[in-house]
């Protein structure tokens, strides 16, 4: 299994960042190729066609359904309101007359002759789509939105809630060993990206939301806090839609995990700037990580910062990587040498491994399956 | 591209795109059969950075190139015909990547167009995410939010025997067009949907659905009351998976142009193959593929084939999901060590978000084989409420799209007429040894009376399951020489008993003239070695109230295949199973039981 090794998450000092901003149906597109936006900046709307009422106007009426549009007041197409008359029968010699009223504020969207229900659109529902990210806009896709790009730091998380947002970034803890507390949270942290250390509790994420904080970024997170924070016990990995009131990107996994150097190094590096965040996760086909973008220009980095590896290249001896399972868990090392032949692990099973030295002189075997590239 | 002749074909390459993982395998005519000759696999290519499966397909390729030092890659080209020992003569390839086929079926009865439409959907490899009724209890705008929220990749609309009404067919319609669903993938193109409904109402379902969908109808898949007719609909799913789903997943526009054979769907697949060995040896068969993201169960019981899909429940995508459903507690019950809540909750999220990752330590093996036997055991539990029979009619199907029905809504799954289980998928097939499979089986299918247990080697099914529509010879002799595993023969009374109190006694007549006694207590596991091939003659006699087959506590006769296990006589219990509620005890117990067939290179204890 020569390729068995996980592809890391792309931490990139100064990378080109590319986001199609899409919305869910046809629509207008509301900026231009070269515009230079801004994350709040609306680039595209539509309006989503509203949902469908029902009512079975046959049975009402007391008519046969080839008969219903017949007793239409309210051709298929018109508007109607809530409670008006759509159709009316007349029986015994005009005496009674049945009604059906609309059930909602919309539109008679069509009458069934076979089943003799009436359908009923309620208003549309307006959508727009914003930059999500400062930058420029480089491609229009007609009618259905653009492709905005930025330059800048990009990091990507392993495990993300909530959706999209953006704020100026604060870290606020000094290490990336530290857990973020309460004694954590100033009251300077309203509308901010916040950075923490190793570790978060539900009950900080709660005083975080209470202080208006926008997102934060953490090292490691505990499955018992997610189900508390989220009130269900999270089956599959598909998040983003959360509305918590807070998006939470965990870089590391989880567990208490200090964050990654150059990931804690890289976010201070961002101290102060507008940053866009998204929460997303989607661990199956069509991955999706999530991540935070800071826009800034390359000069803005310390020098020591810039070099950016460009592509991933396969792991080789020399390449830094994570562990990603026990009993290494989170660990950083250095890959030093890469046996060909399949070594038997504790479990018995035969398997391709690498030694790694995580900075202690050893040779440590790890399964290659276990190991995850930190790429540059 | 074309597909050579059988006769012609020297080698064989074939790949499933698993969600996790994509398997390679090379089968090359040695004399007059064929056989496997390597395997290779790579993990699949569907996400970022690649986005493309053919990268995982070429990666899983080279590994096949490498150990079988044989060139079949000419740059990112798979060489065909094979020249000399360069390329090969077939490439075929199965896939679930991507969430598989996710499918919503509709039919006007819940329980009668309804499940017919969802037997013909589950049939063909699809999940089934929803069956929208017109007797669904749900309200009509409450179908609509439903559809539009479903994004599925295909529809399979059913309804009304030929000539009956068409009003609720009609409305069905109406509902869908009302809904006016997008497809799942590719924002670009119109969702496929499959009519197979009362032929009277085609020209309704047309006026109403060909502007928005793309609509294909077929021949109604309930005919009339007593008949199904699967068939049509099920060729239909999968001309349209290749057509429209396969074709916007991505690379896999590239990859379906490296085969002359469809890309089949991998549950379809593994059910062509089940199907076969129940056909040919005449028995009832259970098969299991437990594999990243989905657990599928197949059946055939009285010549009847079954199959259902559990989406949610899987050893690494959806391996929290096992744990959301199963309960901590029934995970914990199957680890004969101490572990903490908190712990065991980040492991398995931890596996969730690197779901590619493997077990270094045997603690952790044991832990991902608790957490398998949950996942089998819902996932069987799922499978024998969905394998009931239609209500009170007579039936005329074929063996692959048939229920029995001869009583209603019965389960047709019976343990105690189980001749042979199969196991197969990552944590069966790949477990470092053979008796940690069959415990896994045992614990979770818990089977009665007397049955063979066996695992797919290396998890190939699929592929020979693809291989058997082309080249049915060469699937078969694969299939018996290098696929199935089988494991030994299980024999497990039915009924209460005391613990430490003799079970059961057994006169073994071994091949080899041989003789043995032995007894066996309640609550224990015995393991008898009986070789591969080989058979050994048993008289089983249960003791008052148990049953192995022939009655509470009458002896039974009965020849039992061995196998790389052996026979296991599992004195545990059934109706009821269950482990002690006492913590130390139920340690004791596991460890025991672990002990008796060897499981784990060191004794594991509390």
Known sequence: MAHSYTPGLKVSAFTTVRRERKLPLAGSVLVSVGQAVEAET???????????????????????????????????????????????????????????ASPTDGTVENVSTVTGQALIREPPIPVEVDAYVDGKVVEVHEKQGVTVETRGTFIQGIFGIGGETCGVLHVCVAGPGEAL???????????????????????????????????????????????????YDLGVAITGSEEKGLTLVVTEGFGEIPM?????????????????????????????????????????????????????????????????????????????????????????????????DFGDGKRTTLPRANVEMIES | MTIPKPESIQSILATDCGSTTTKAILIERRGD??????????????????????????????????????????????????????????????????????????????????????????????????????NDGRLPHQKIKRIRQLRPDMILLSGGVDGGTTSHVAEMAELLAAADPKARLGAGYELPVIYAGNKDA?????????????????????????????????????????????????????????????????????????????????????????????????????????RTVSANLGMSYSVSNV???????????????????????????????????????????????????????????????????????????????????????????????????VGSGGVLSHAPRRAQAALML???????????LAVDSIFMMPQLGVLSTVHPKAAKEVFEKDCLIRLGSSVAPVGPGKDGVTALRVSLEFHDGRRETLSVPYGYLKLVAVPEGQTVKAAVSPERGLDVGAGKGREREVTLKGGVVGVIFDCRGRQPFSLPADRERRLSKLTEWNDALDVYPVAVRA
């Open chain 2, 442 to 452: 045992l614990d979770a299918f818990l089977p009665e009376h007397v049955t063979e």
């Open chain 1, 181 to 231: 507390t309460e004694a954590n949270l100033g009251s300077d942290v309203r509308g901010k990206v916040l950075v923490g250390g190793s570790h978060v509790t539900t009950s900080v994420l709660r005083r975080a939301i209470q202080l208006g904080a926008k997102a934060i970024v953490i090292g490691g997170f505990d499955d018992q806090d997610l189900r508390e924070f989220l009130g």
């Open chain 2, 323 to 421: 744990l959301a459903e199963a309960g901590l507690p029934n995970i914990l019950r199957w680890v004969p060590f101490e572990i903490s809540e908190h712990d065991l909750r980040n492991r398995i999220k931890n596996k969730m978000i690197r779901p590619t990752t493997i077990p270094q330590t045997l603690e952790e093996l044991i832990i991902e084989q608790a957490i398998s036997r949950e996942a089998l055991r819902l996932a069987f539990e799922q499978h024998k409420a969905l394998a009931v029979g239609l209500k009170g009619v007579q039936q005329e199907r074929t063996i692959s799209d048939t229920f029995e029905q001869t009583a209603s809504g019965e389960t047709l799954v019976r343990l105690d007429h189980l001749d042979l289980l």
């Open chain 1, 42 to 100: 609306i680039v595209a709307r539509t309006e989503l066609p509203g949902n469908v009422q029902t009512v079975n106007a046959a049975n009402i009426l007391g008519v046969l359904p080839e008969d219903v549009p017949d007793c239409l007041v309210k051709p298929v197409g018109s508007a109607v309101k809530k409670g008006e008359s759509i159709a009316e029968s007349r029986s015994f010699f005009g005496l009674f007359r049945s009604k059906v």
């Open chain 2, 202 to 306: 085609r020209k309704i379902v047309e006026e109403r659905l060909a502007h928005k969908t793309a609509l294909k109808i077929t021949d109604n898949l309930r005919p009339v009351l007593e008949r199904e007719n699967l068939t049509p609909a099920r060729d239909m799913i999968h001309d349209l998976f290749m057509e429209h789903v396969m074709a916007h997943a991505p690379g896999y526009k590239k990859l379906m142009t490296w085969s002359p054979v469809p890309i089949m769907p991998t549950p379809g697949a593994v059910g062509l193959i089940i199907e076969t060995i129940a056909r040919e040896e005449s028995i009832s068969v259970v098969g299991v593929d437990i594999g990243g993201a989905t657990t599928d169960v197949f059946s055939v019981f009285q010549g009847v084939f079954n």
């Open chain 2, 33 to 134: 059969e064929y056989r496997l000759i390597v395997r290779g696999e790579a993990p699949t290519t569907v996400e970022a950075p690649f986005e493309d499966v053919t990268r995982g397909v070429l990666n899983a390729i080279m590994e096949v190139e490498e150990l079988a030092g044989r060139k079949i890659l000419d740059g990112e080209r798979i060489i065909t015909p094979q020249s000399g020992t360069q390329g090969v003569d077939l490439y075929i390839s199965t896939s679930s990547a991507g969430g598989g086929l996710q499918m919503m079926v509709s039919g006007v009865v819940k329980s009668m167009t309804g499940e017919s439409a969802q037997r013909a959907a589950l049939g063909a490899g699809a999940i089934v995410m929803d069956v929208i009724a017109s």
């Open chain 1, 260 to 356: 990654a150097g150059r990931t804690y190094e890289l976010l201070r590096s961002c101290e102060g700037r507008k940053v866009s965040v998204s929460g997303a996760t989607q661990i199956r086909a069509g991955v999706l990580r999530p991540e935070i973008v800071a826009p800034r220009l390359m000069e803005a980095l310390p020098p020591e910062a810039r070099a950016d590896g460009g592509e991933p290249e396969g792991l080789t001896v020399g390449s830094l990587i994570r562990a990603i399972r026990e009993p290494y868990f989170g660990r950083l090392g250095k890959v030093v040498s890469l046996p060909p032949e399949l070594v038997a692990l504790e479990t018995e099973a035969k398997v391709r491994v690498l030694e790694v």
